[in-house]
């Protein structure tokens, strides 16, 4: 049997598979020479003369043994065919076994870039937060100061009111006093004077004191805020106010 006859497959098998070939080979090579031996080789001393009809070389015994080798050929071929397919199996499992290792190291890298992704949003975000601490304005301690505070409290409550309002008004009720008393108006002979920047009584102010100031009528974001809130109730916002209220 030539190179060029064997299958492409065959000529890729792996060491064990060529050699059990090979091993094929041989036992068909056996079978065919048994095949052309006379039963009686021992008695035949001369040439035979050949006649026309068919000379049956093979006898009895020939034809079993070359049975057994046919069966032992089958066999052969079977094992050979069975290492093939077994050959392919592992390819298979080791081809699916590399395919899903890919798979797991890809999900794993995925996983890694989605917590490092969160980790560094959870950063920023914390970062953002200090950064907006550090941006928290610093009011001066004074009438400018404070009214540009409660400006910015009343926003954040939903109070209406702007600077001027708040400034016009102040500058009329107590000149920009956050101490001042009125000791003589109907409030004050009632036993509630009007105090602080808007001159605001206590149980108005009570009433409109707006949560996260001190409760107290003296303190001047205090006082504006509580006025303005009271101010929003009645009048619509503070900045309508422009006379005693």
Known sequence: MSASSIPGRLRRMNKTQKLSVAGI?????????????????????????????????????GSSQAKT?????????STAAQLIKASDAAKAK????????????KAHAKAKAKAKAKKAAAKRGKQGASRSESRTPVFSNNLDGWIKESLAIMKSKGIPGTYDGLHRNIIRESSGNPKAINDWDVNAVNGVPSKGLLQIIKPTFDAYHVGGTPHDQYDPVANITASANYAA???????????AY
């Open 233 to 243: 109730d009645k009048y619509g916002s503070i900045d309508n106010v422009n006379s």
């Open 25 to 61: 080979s041989a036992v068909a090579a056996a079978a065919l020479s048994l095949s052309l031996v006379p039963g009686n080789a021992d008695a035949e001393t001369e040439p035979q003369a050949i006649s026309g009809a068919p000379v049956v070389f093979a006898s009895a015994a």
């Open 94 to 105: 080791a081809a699916s076994k590399a395919k899903a290792k890919k798979a797991e190291a």
């Open 69 to 77: 080798i046919q069966a032992s050929v089958i066999e052969q071929h």
